[in-house]
């Protein structure tokens, strides 16, 4: 066990919804990572907060967006689902914005029908 | 983007053999880290290499990162099957961004 909560475990919508993954971090960690795991593309870098405010930015999407409240959770909202946003979305944390080491959550599976 | 190649892409094994598994980019990372992946579960980190030619051992894990700081490689002797799982790399590139490797797949038979 990491430490870091995601939930929920599995998710089923259909095209077109609006979800909302949410992430807890490690006791004492200040920076959330989130990513994107799907079978052709590998994990994939999404978006990365410290401190509640927006750190780095990767391949993530205009339809998605997160953002880090004061309680240091986080979310990731996924809206306009397609088929090919089906995967499972990672969310991982650390001590500081630039630290090395990250400690993945257990995923939360989305299947967009 | 800063892109991460892992070889072999399968591998399957007997207990007891000798396995290398080799990640290469053309980019240089201020650090580079191995996870192992179970199925329905998120990357455990193995090690963590941040200096060019740094060598570190973890039991039966030897990891290694290139000179040049642009490639690694993750050596595991006498494989068991509790060894079996994805494993990735990860480079730490520019603007503190996370690239993985799309993996190594491991089966070792017993």
């Known amino acids: 066990d990491s430490g870091v909560t995601q939930t929920p475990k599995h998710l089923i919508t259909a095209t077109g919804q609006r979800v909302t993954l949410r992430c807890s971090p490690r006791?004492?960690?200040?920076?959330v990572y989130w990513y994107q795991q799907s079978l052709d593309q590998g994990l994939q870098f999404l978006i990365q907060?410290?401190?509640?405010?927006?750190?780095a930015k990767g391949n993530i999407l205009e339809r998605f967006s997160a953002q880090q409240f004061p309680d240091l959770h986080s979310e990731l909202n996924l809206s306009s689902l397609e088929l090919g946003d089906s995967a499972l979305y990672f969310c991982?944390?650390?001590?500081?914005?630039?630290?090395?080491?990250?400690?993945f959550g257990p995923g939360t599976r989305l299947t967009v029908l | 983007t800063q892109l991460l190649e892992q070889s072999p892409q399968f591998l399957s094994i007997q207990e007891g053999e000798n396995l290398t598994v080799y990640c290469n980019s053309s980019?240089?990372?201020?650090?580079l880290q191995w996870y192992r992946q179970e199925p329905g579960e998120g990357p455990v980190l193995l090690v963590t290499?941040?200096?060019?030619?740094e060598v570190k051992k973890l039991k039966r894990l030897t990891f290694q990162f290139g000179d040049a700081r642009k490639d690694s490689s993750l050596h595991i002797t006498a494989a068991q099957p509790g060894d079996t799982g994805l494993y990735l790399c990860?480079?730490?590139?520019?603007?503190?961004?996370?690239?993985f490797g799309s993996g190594t797949k491991l089966n070792v038979k017993p």
């Open positions: 907060y410290y401190n509640g405010e927006e750190r």
């Open positions: 980019s240089v990372f201020s650090s």
């Open positions: 990860a480079g730490k590139g520019n603007f503190n961004k996370f690239y």
């Open positions: 290499v941040v200096t060019g030619g």
């Open positions: 006791s004492g960690d200040l920076s």
């Open positions: 991982a944390s650390s001590v500081q914005a630039t630290y090395n080491e990250q400690f």
